[in-house]
Every structure is written in structure tokens, then in C-alpha cells.
């Protein structure tokens, strides 16, 4: 990030009540300049919810959120500046044609919008469509219309809620490289979703929420090598290097399958582990980390009673303030 | 997060790609919007279907050979055509129009609610006050569009079916036929006064309900109401502070002298009824939750 710039987002104890329910619950955000940032849940977790807030669409009951350093509830549309994106699926003018819809938008987007309309249909693929009446679109023509209304504004940061969802798989793997494709531009995204292989695809870090709270925050990579920290050997022999495998420190659960040798271990004692194989003449034909899924970690996180298990390394990121 | 960038300052505030637009093309665009919507049509066709029904009816009135009228201008139909337009405005004015101003004012904003649209447009670069303010202008233009769509289907027929002949005033007094045209336009511009009230409260209710439907019926239920209040007898006192009352301001306009009471009247009871509506309506718009669509 570069030296002054304030992050893309950051969120402070947000809370939003609607009466009697808590929807969002004192989350906290961060979400820095090039991540692509998964803010991942079940459906009713409080992520539309916390992406409106976001885009100074609800007012939080609690807290605040800084899009650059800038608060959408003081500055307003200022606040947006350099930020687009779409909460549930994006909605248009259905009596109005694509072009004519984006015409619109990039009339209040005002500068240079409506000269790059061409171009961003072009990137979502919607120029042989664009004079048609979008009420006459499917759901990934709207969805596609709504990057395009969002990249009109050149942004530096893309907010996007279940850009996916309803896709078929051809259009969620287009929208993939879609998001692929701009966060390769140097566009930070904040992708809220409740599909772990999207998030898994395309996502650096994350926050999981559930019922309103942030479970985890931070690198996807750490929690996946720590929750699971399980190995597959194949060796030379198979046999000793069980035994070995039960005699080593810091190796824990080896166990024999129909495809090799499995085991958990921290990464330090892996290492131990190889050299003791080598001294014993053993060979090790393939030694590889088996990651946990997102999947696992999301449900061990998600379902419970949603606290993060300190034996397997899960902390959450410490929130600078 | 390194103290780097924690300690970092915000951004400036500023256009992404130059310079923010400004209240006028928000307008604009409502107006675009309204102009490509099927109700709208309906509305304006209202608005001049009524005149038109009348020039008709009058016609073949004329040609049976009945005569007689409620009002020295309906004495006056077959005199000049420019009588028509006083006629119709009188008996457009206290139902009909309203009617149409309530279809888009209570509208404009439930509609894009209900829709969804709304959190497309606010998370543009205009402020929440010029969604608003485009959104006001725009129903006030569409009422004052309506109320002008009648007048001229009014003179057109009328001065296509009797003339465009001299007019005499509820004074008594005889006008030329271009000062009668004058004072038809000056008429229903006045009868805006009122109107604006009536467009205010189906913004107002428009905004808080989120509800097309009730907002609609809401505006045209409050003029109902306030002519039911007019009618119960004791409360003659409150009468010249209904608005109902006022949608008859311009007859001021028709008497020589100009009669300004009546006129000036209806501004400040309009006002005490436009206002409230439209900054009760401005303040919910501005710290609403957008959480439809």
C-alpha cells in the first residue's frame, strides 16, 4: 500500500439493529489496497447487510466505515469515490436499453463515464446486446450489466455481493475470470459469497462471518496449512517408515492407507521427519501437504458455536486500529 | 496492518474521473426516465382526454340545441372558444389533476424502492439531497406539464370549435381574445400554487412508505379528506386554510381588477402545507435505510 493512502476498507465495531434483531455484530473489516478479499458466510450471516453499510446505503447502529479514509455517512457520494460495485443482484431500468441504463449511471458518475461505455461493454461482453431493453435480460446479463455500471467509474475498489449467484456454471466461470481479470488490474475487490470454491479460487484473505459476527479474519492460506497441518507420504517402504513415522517427535496420527502413509505435523518437524527417513535408507517417493479444505474450516467455524479453536492456530488477525 | 497505514490520512474527497454532476443532470435524467415510462402517458392522456371529451360533448350540446350554463362562462362556451379552457380547469382542478400530480409524486421514489434502482443511483457520485431535489423538480414539472397539457387541449378545441373571440370576466368586464389567452396561461400557472402542495405530500408519502400504490392513493385520499372537512358543518372557521380551498385561487385572476387575495392567500396556506411535507419527505430520504431490491 502505498505510504499515505488510507486502506480501501476499514471497519470499526460495525452493528446495525433492526429492533429486536442484530443483524451485524460489532464486525470489524480490513481490507487492504490489492487484496481480493472474501467476506464469506451462510446466507443470513449480516454480509449484504454489512456491504450496504459500506456503501452508505443503511446506516450502521454502531461503529463506523472508511472507504479510503472516508466515512459514506459524512462525506456521501464523496465518499464513494474510487469505489463502486453491487449489493444482491444489481438492478437496472428495465424499460431502458444497457446502453441507455449506463448512460444514465455514467451521467451521475459524471468526468469522463459516459465516454468509456463502450469499452466496458465490450469487457462483460454485452455490446451485440446493448441495444436491447434490459427486461429482456437473464440474470448473468444483469449481473454482467452490473460490473459494467461499476467499472464505468474506473474504481479502485470493487464491492461486490454474490457476483455468482443464479449463475450457470459457464457464467460463473466467465464471472470468475472477469474478477480475476480486474484484480490482476490492480482493482482491490471485497467479494462477499456463500460459495467456498469461488472464494477459494479467487480470494487472498477473508473474513468469515456468521450470524453477524467475524469468525476469522486474515490470509486464506494460514488457517487452511494450520487447521489441517496433515501429510501424505509414499516411501520405499511404507512399513518402516511407519514405524519411524510413530517414533518421530511432533508427528502425530500416522496411519497406513490404501494410498500411502498419513500423518499431521507442524512444518518445522517435517522437516526432522525426512532426515530420519534418509538415515534409515528409506525414500521418500512423494511427501505432500494436504490442506484442509475451506470447506472444512468453514463449517468448523460456522457451525458450533462459531468460537475458533486456539489449539489449531486459528486467531484472528489482530486489527490494527 | 502496519502503523504506516494505520497512521495514514484519508484520501481527499474527489471526483474519481473529474468533475461530480451536478442537481441538473440528475434532473435531467428523471425527466429521461419519465419520459420513457407507460404511466406517465397515461396520466398526460387523463389530462387531455378531459377537454376533449368536453369540446365533444359541448359540440353536440350545441348542435341539439341545449343551452344554459353553471357560470358566466359556461355562458359563454359557444361565445368564445377561450371560455373552454376556464371550464375545464375548474372542473379538472379539484380532483382530476391532483389525481394525475399524485401518480408520479407518489412514485418517484417508492418506485425506484420497490424496484431496487434506488441503490444503483446512490451509489453513484450525486448526494442523497440531489436525488431528492431531481426527484421533487421532476414531479412538479410532470404536474405542471399535466395541468398545461389540458389548457392547451382546452383552447385548441375551443378556439377550434367557437373562436378566438373577446371573453367577459367574472367582473362583468369584456377582455380581448389575446389577453384572455394571457390570463388563461396566468390562471393555471396559479393553480400550481396548490398543486405543489399536493405533489409535496405524495413525495413526502412516496418516501416514507416505500409504497407506490399507497402513496398514490394516500395524496388523492388527503384531498378527499380535506373536502370532507370542508363539508362538516362548524368547521366553516378552518375553510380558507384547506388546501382544497386554494386549488380555486386563481378566479382572482378573473375579476378587473385583478383580485391578488385570493392568489396570495393560497401562498402561504400552500406553503404551510408544501413544506413541512417536503422536508419531512427530504429528511427520511436523506437518513433512510436502502434496503430493498
Redesign the interface.
Known amino acids: 500500500?502505498p505510504?499515505?493512502?488510507?486502506?480501501p476498507v476499514r471497519a470499526r465495531e460495525l452493528v446495525k439493529r433492526y429492533k429486536e434483531v442484530l443483524a451485524v455484530d460489532h464486525i470489524d473489516l480490513?481490507v487492504?489496497a490489492g487484496d481480493v478479499y472474501g467476506f464469506l458466510g451462510p446466507n443470513g450471516a449480516g454480509k449484504t447487510t454489512t456491504l450496504?453499510m459500506c456503501?452508505?446505503?443503511?446506516?450502521p447502529s454502531e461503529g463506523k466505515v472508511?472507504l479510503?479514509?472516508?466515512d459514506p455517512m459524512r462525506?456521501?457520494?464523496?465518499?464513494?469515490?474510487?469505489v463502486?460495485?453491487?449489493?444482491?443482484?444489481?438492478?437496472?431500468?428495465?424499460?431502458?436499453t444497457a446502453r441507455?441504463n449506463l448512460e444514465?449511471?455514467a451521467?451521475?458518475?459524471?468526468?469522463?463515464?459516459r465516454g468509456r461505455i463502450a469499452e466496458v461493454l465490450d469487457t462483460v461482453e454485452l455490446t451485440p446486446r446493448a441495444g436491447h431493453r434490459v427486461g429482456g435480460y437473464s440474470h448473468g446479463m444483469r449481473q454482467r450489466l452490473g460490473i459494467a455500471?461499476a467499472l464505468l467509474?474506473?474504481?479502485r475498489l470493487l464491492l461486490l455481493d454474490e457476483p455468482a449467484t443464479g449463475l450457470d456454471p459457464a457464467g460463473m466461470r466467465d464471472m470468475r475470470a472477469l474478477i480475476r481479470r480486474l484484480a490482476e488490474e490492480g482493482i482491490t475487490v471485497l467479494l462477499s459469497s456463500h460459495q467456498l470454491p469461488e472464494v477459494q479460487e479467487l480470494c487472498d484473505r477473508v473474513a468469515i462471518v456468521d450470524r453477524g459476527r467475524v469468525v476469522y479474519e486474515g490470509a486464506l492460506a494460514d488457517p487452511r496449512r494450520q487447521s489441517g497441518a496433515g501429510y501424505r507420504l509414499r516411501s520405499t517402504d511404507d512399513a518402516r517408515a511407519l514405524a519411524i513415522l510413530a517414533a518421530q517427535p511432533g508427528v502425530e496420527h500416522a496411519l497406513a492407507g490404501e494410498h500411502g502413509l498419513s500423518f499431521q505435523a507442524q512444518e518445522r518437524d517435517v522437516g526432522a521427519l525426512t532426515l530420519a527417513l534418509a538415515r534409515e535408507g528409506i525414500g521418500i517417493l512423494a511427501l505432500t501437504p494436504e490442506l484442509a479444505t475451506l470447506e472444512d474450516l468453514f463449517f468448523r467455524l460456522t457451525e458450533g458455536d462459531g468460537a475458533i479453536p486456539a489449539e489449531q492456530g486459528l486467531q484472528r488477525e489482530k486489527?490494527?486500529? | 496492518m502496519s502503523a504506516v497505514e494505520t497512521a495514514s490520512a484519508p484520501l481527499p474527497a474527489r471526483a474519481t474521473h473529474g468533475r461530480r454532476p451536478s442537481t441538473l443532470t440528475a434532473l435531467r435524467w428523471e425527466l429521461r426516465k419519465l419520459v420513457s415510462q407507460k404511466r406517465t402517458y397515461l396520466g398526460l392522456g387523463l389530462a387531455a382526454l378531459f377537454p376533449l371529451i368536453f369540446v365533444v360533448f359541448e359540440n353536440l350540446h350545441q348542435r341539439h340545441g341545449h343551452g344554459g350554463g353553471l357560470s358566466i362562462f359556461s355562458g359563454q362556451i359557444t361565445a368564445s372558444g377561450l371560455a373552454t379552457p376556464v371550464l375545464t380547469l375548474e372542473f379538472l382542478s379539484a380532483f382530476m389533476l391532483p389525481l394525475i400530480a399524485s401518480l408520479v409524486a407518489g412514485d418517484i421514489v417508492a418506485a425506484e424502492d420497490g424496484n431496487g434502482t434506488l441503490k444503483t443511483i446512490l451509489t453513484r457520485s450525486v448526494d442523497r439531497s440531489q436525488v431528492f431535489a431531481a426527484k421533487a423538480l421532476a414531479a412538479t414539472l410532470y404536474a405542471a406539464l399535466a395541468v398545461y397539457v389540458s389548457a392547451a387541449v382546452a383552447t385548441i378545441g375551443g378556439v377550434a370549435s367557437w373562436g378566438f373571440h373577446p371573453v367577459i370576466t367574472l367582473s362583468g368586464t369584456t377582455v380581448s381574445a389575446p389577453e384572455a389567452l394571457l390570463l388563461v396561461f396566468a390562471s393555471n400557472a396559479m393553480y400550481l400554487i396548490p398543486m405543489l402542495g399536493v405533489v409535496a405530500f405524495g413525495l413526502a408519502l412516496s418516501t416514507a412508505t416505500r409504497n407506490s400504490a399507497a402513496s398514490v392513493v394516500g395524496a388523492v385520499g388527503f384531498v378527499i379528506l380535506l373536502y370532507i372537512v370542508a363539508a362538516i358543518p362548524g368547521l366553516e372557521g378552518i375553510q380558507p386554510y384547506l388546501l382544497t380551498e386554494q386549488f380555486a385561487n386563481w378566479h382572482g385572476l378573473l375579476r378587473t381588477p385583478t383580485d391578488w387575495a385570493p392568489i396570495l392567500h393560497s401562498l402561504w396556506v400552500c406553503a404551510l402545507y408544501a413544506a413541512p411535507a417536503l422536508i419531512a419527505g427530504y429528511l427520511v430520504f436523506l437518513r433512510r435505510d436502502v434496503a430493498g431490491g
Open positions: 500500500m505510504l499515505g493512502e488510507a486502506p480490513n487492504r450496504r456503501l452508505g446505503l443503511i446506516v472508511e479510503f479514509g472516508r462525506a456521501g457520494a464523496g465518499a464513494l469515490e474510487g463502486a460495485g453491487f449489493v444482491e443482484a444489481p438492478r437496472f431500468y428495465p424499460y431502458l441507455k444514465l449511471l451521467a451521475l458518475d459524471g468526468g469522463d463515464a455500471a467509474r474506473r474504481p486489527v490494527a486500529s
